[in-house]
């Protein structure tokens, strides 16, 4: 006998054998969920909602992790609940592993596509000696005859193109038209594409876009390659500014690295680049200005203002995109500082300008945004929390790759892990980090100082001392040693200080305690992998019930899409902009004391 178990959001469904587990479902239909003790019950991580179907009652010891409202509200333990029948299953992105939240990453916001560019077939009589109409002119004529679409001018480029393009196709044509202007003439048969871009201070996130139907035909991340040149956006400042030619090395860096991937989205799906028809790109202000190589010394010294704010539309070729040369790249407004388009766009797609109540949203990264949306009113901040989340300057950190540890629990003096993939442990990424943080503190062995004390694994004769979390006895071949050192535990108390600063200069702002907080959004890489409880336990985020958190993915991106493929979006994110009030923490009275108390563990 069988059972047919949905698992969602991930879209794993399947027969599995009756009487096994949810968790021995799970692992069969390939949902990889968080399960450190193997499936004992005794981590408490394996939680899943049943919303469909009937299971086994509440085994003893689920209540020791779940309360009796989650119980009635249909969370489990996955590894002690067992199907009775056929099942839907939610799994919450805190229960799933590193590479499948990165598959869920990004909650779509449904719209309407109303791209800017529409792309309309146009068949055009070949021109004689009795019709000697030229080429332009007979196409505006047959586009306002044949669809009654006005096109008063042509881009230079596609004008360049539009005599040998014709001849070429045999006198049809697909017709690019934006806001009255021709901007590329494509093949007949040839999909209309547009390129959306989260341009981030570490990564690159980037989108392949059906225009006319909204569809996502592909999705890339690349490390930003300026990281060579800083890992902050400080440093990229200042070398753009001082170096000769230095502004111009970081626009053609990201400007490279846009075309690579680009072309290889492109050539996934046997699409041709010329296609793309219209790019958005967002950014913190910094990288903005980067991108359109605009100065940035501005932006270090006080009142750190921006050289533009407002939107822009400005032609891929001028920026050495090689998409459709005619193509506009539009980049969604900069609010302030450090606060820019990115921020925006994780603003119109959350729809926190909407929400009521009180809300924070925060986008976490190198740089980290957060908003206080406090019944309407909207204020927001930035800051620089370091790309400690990301791996770096963390003794054994890493990327999230297989063999990364991505979770942590100490029980009974013993470590237990989960590494990405199951491979042998090669290092700690970013959820890792805040895991060791938080255990080790909760534990006992970090005081709330940051202080490494004393205890076994503690090794001291070390400089700087350093917790032994896999040691050569744990079989991790030819990665013997991984420990989160003193140095380690600084780092993380910095980026963790720099945050709730914001937070608490945000709710101070308007009044409020964290206690009147109704809804907490997380987005950001950083933040899809995040434990909020380990965030909670060093006082990272503030300590509210885990059902008044949501993370959303990589929220920029998401909303760099919907302004690619909606003129109303794109409206509304100036709207969002023009009522986002911003504070600029280097105003802020006694901020070197309040970001020393922020560090403290709590």
């Known amino acids: 006998m069988t059972v047919y178990i949905d698992f969602e959001p991930v879209g794993r469904r399947g027969e599995c054998p009756e009487g096994h587990s949810l968790l021995d479902c799970a692992r069969q239909l390939g949902v990889d969920l968080v399960n450190l003790c193997g499936g004992v019950a005794s981590c408490g ?46 799994v919450p992105p805190e229960s799933l592993t590193a590479p499948q939240r990165t598959q869920i990453e990004g909650e779509e916001t449904p719209v309407t596509p109303e791209p800017p560019v529409s792309t309309t077939l146009v068949t055009l009589q070949a021109p004689s000696l009795d019709d000697l109409r030229a080429n332009a002119e007979r196409l505006s004529e047959a586009l306002a005859q044949q669809h009654g679409v006005i096109a008063t001018q042509v881009d230079l480029t596609a004008l360049r193109d539009l005599s040998p393009g014709l001849r070429g196709e045999g006198w049809q044509v697909g017709v690019a038209i934006r806001d009255e202007e021709i901007v590329a003439l494509l093949p007949p048969e040839a999909r209309s594409l547009g390129l959306a871009v989260d341009l981030g201070t570490t990564k690159i996130a980037a989108y392949l876009i059906d225009l006319e139907t909204g569809q996502t035909l592909a999705s890339q991340g690349r490390m930003n390659p300026q990281i060579a040149y800083g890992e902050d956006v400080i440093a990229r400042r200042a070398f753009a500014w001082r170096v000769p030619a ?101 603003l119109l797609a959350t729809e926190v300008a909407q929400a009521e109540g009180v809300v924070l949203a925060l986008d976490i990264g190198t740089n980290t945004e957060v908003c206080l949306a406090n019944r309407g009113k909207l204020t927001s ?52 980090i805040l895991d060791a943080l ?14 490494m004390g004393e205890h076994p694994r503690v090794r001291d004769d070390t400089n700087p001392r350093e917790f032994v979390l896999v040691d050569n006895d744990e079989g991790a071949n030819e990665h013997p040693d991984i420990t989160f050192t003193q140095k380690d535990v600084r780092e993380l108390q910095l980026a963790k200080g720099a945050m709730r600063t914001g937070i608490d200069v945000l709710l101070e702002a308007n009044g409020l305690t964290a206690g009147e907080i109704d809804r907490v959004i997380i987005a950001g890489a950083f933040g899809t992998y995040i434990d909020v409880a380990s965030a909670m336990a060093i006082g990272m ?53 309040r970001f020393t108390q922020a560090m403290y563990l709590e």
């Open 541 to 593: 985020l503030p300590r509210l019930p885990l059902d008044r958190f949501r993370q959303v993915g990589n929220a920029a991106g998401m909303g760099a899409k919907l302004a690619l493929i909606s003129r109303s979006k794109r409206a509304e994110a100036q709207a969002i902009a023009s009522r986002v009030g911003y504070i600029e923490l280097a105003t802020i009275p006694q901020f070197a004391k």
């Open 45 to 90: 991580r394996c939680v899943v909602q049943v919303l469909d179907g009937e299971v086994s009652e509440p085994a003893a010891g689920e209540g020791k992790f779940l309360s009796s409202k989650e119980l009635a509200e249909g969370y489990r333990l996955a590894c002690r609940t067992v199907p009775l029948g056929d099942c839907k299953v939610r």
């Open 381 to 432: 901040l930035s800051c620089a929390s370091g790309p400690a989340f990301e791996g770096a300057h963390i003794k054994h950190g890493m990327r999230a790759a297989n063999g990364a540890i991505e979770h942590i629990r100490i029980a009974g003096g013993q470590i237990e892990y989960q590494t990405i993939g199951g491979a042998p442990p090669a290092g700690l990424c970013g959820s890792g």
């Open 438 to 451: 938080a255990q080790l503190y909760q534990a006992g062995v970090v005081d709330r100082n940051g202080y």
């Open 246 to 346: 230095g502004a111009e090395k970081m626009q053609r860096l990201i400007v490279e690295a846009l075309n690579e991937v680009a072309g290889a989205m492109c050539e996934e799906g046997g699409l041709d680049p010329g296609s793309i028809v219209e790019a958005v790109v967002v950014g913190n202000t910094a990288m903005h200005h980067l991108f359109l190589r605009l100065p940035v010394e501005q932006l270090a010294r006080a009142p750190y203002v921006p050289a533009v704010a407002s939107a822009l539309d400005i032609k891929a070729r001028d920026l050495g995109l090689r998409i459709a040369p005619g193509a506009y790249v539009h980049l969604l407004p900069n609010i302030a500082g450090y606060v820019g388009a990115d921020h925006v766009a994780m």
